[in-house]
């Protein structure tokens, strides 16, 4: 099937993938009286008087933006804010679907970090949290960063988290599989972007010791100026042994493969100089960084990739949904690592021992069990690590 030439059609046809629906009936002077004025000055000085009444007397508790500048949207790079608006669409739809929150795009036209910084606290009181996505590097980092910190409500990057946590959960599950130990494992992840960096950090808290990152100029090690801010600091906790060179060298004996990067750059004599039982997560979309089949000849246990054309998707659709549905419903004040490694294990208890094979280490993206376990996960870490303002 032509996906691409199909959902063009479909767009004109649908003219839009999200709507708003009043949720009571204003169709009576009485009912219009309550639900608008006079009545309801009410609530309004209730607010007044205790903002935090916002979340009970309004929707602000079970809404979410999905916020861009369109500077690094899908693989298409930097496309502008309206060109974006189709893929945020698209994830307000899927936050819906599988989370049950009701999730609306908004798309500034700014490429100015402080002036994004701004747009989004001044919004912050309509909201219960906020999705970031697709902004380029490193001004996410910085933007997630000071949203976070500024804001009392869960601030949550997509691009970084969501791809990190769904990258453990499908790690978690390949390593039962080859008998692995995941503190004995070397990790080489190719992409060093802003899903590169937090794949890194993320399979590191969850006990991976051996980490290397590459990029374009090849692998990141600490000193080499040539790298960025953001993957200079990366160099401080990763490659500990100093290794120089291309991605080939890197991947010499490595037992997983990660691939947050471009297509077609990973050979299967690359794959034959992996570790026995090479586990590798080819990401690129649309075409990833060897084909499955390619791989799986040249010796690959398991192969995931970012497509729903082949087994093992690793789909972030698996994580936002239930993870906002779990901070929302405890209210939440941020979004923390400990809630992000419990997302990451209720992804990965969703596929049975008796159900995991090389070719299903993942739940599908639209079993809805994965979705609903990732809520109750996060919900209940949320609570645990006292950043809950419901329970204490």
Not at 125 to 140: K, V, Y
Not at 263 to 275: E, G, I, L, Q
Not at 351 to 380: C, G, M, N
Request: proline fraction near 4%; charged fraction near 25%.
């Amino acid at each position: 099937m032509d996906y691409g030439k199909i959902s063009l059609e479909k767009h004109a046809e649908w003219q839009g993938k999200i709507e708003i629906k009043a949720r009571v009936e204003v169709d009576t002077r009485e009912k219009l009286s309550v639900a608008y004025t006079p009545g309801v000055a009410e609530p309004c000085l209730a607010i007044k008087d205790d903002v935090n009444k916002s979340f009970t007397l309004t929707r602000r508790w079970n809404t979410v933006p999905v916020i861009t500048d369109g500077t690094a949207v899908l693989g298409l790079g930097d496309i502008g804010p309206e060109a974006g608006m189709p893929v945020m669409e698209g994830k307000c739809a899927l936050f819906k679907t599988f989370g049950n929150v009701d999730a609306y795009p908004l798309c500034i036209r700014s490429k100015d970090t402080e002036e994004i910084i701004n747009t989004i606290k001044l919004f912050a009181g309509s909201w219960g949290g906020i999705n970031l996505e697709d902004i380029s590097a490193p001004r996410c980092f910085e933007i997630e960063t000071r949203l976070k910190e500024e804001l009392d409500i869960p601030v949550f990057h997509d691009d970084q988290h969501g791809t990190a946590i769904v990258t453990a959960a499908a790690l978690l599950n390949a390593l039962k599989l080859v008998g692995k130990k995941i503190d004995e494992i070397k990790v080489v992840i190719n992409g060093a972007g802003a899903a590169g960096i937090a794949i890194a950090k993320f399979l590191m808290a969850f006990g991976v010791k051996d980490v290397i990152a590459c990029s374009s100029k090849g692998v990141i090690v600490e000193g080499d100026t040539r790298f960025n801010p953001a993957q200079q600091q990366l160099a401080k906790i990763t490659n500990r042994n100093k290794l120089t060179g291309t991605l080939s060298d890197a991947m010499r004996g490595a037992d997983v493969f990660v691939g947050v990067s471009v297509a077609n750059c990973v050979t299967k004599d690359m794959v034959r100089s992996m570790a026995d039982k090479p586990i590798l997560f080819t990401c690129a979309n649309p075409v990833p960084e060897i084909n499955p089949k390619d791989a799986l000849e040249a010796g690959a246990y398991i192969v995931g990739t970012g497509s729903s054309q082949y087994p093992n998707q690793i789909n972030n659709v698996l994580v936002f949904p239930g993870l906002f549905r779990g901070a929302l419903d405890v209210r939440a004040n941020t979004v923390n690592y400990e809630m992000m490694m419990a997302a990451a294990r209720g992804i990965a208890s969703c596929v049975s021992d008796q159900e995991l094979t090389p070719e299903f280490i993942l739940p599908y993206a639209y079993d809805q069990r994965a979705h609903d376990s990732v809520a109750k996960a996060v919900a209940e870490e949320a609570i645990r690590t006292g950043v809950s303002k419901l329970y204490k």
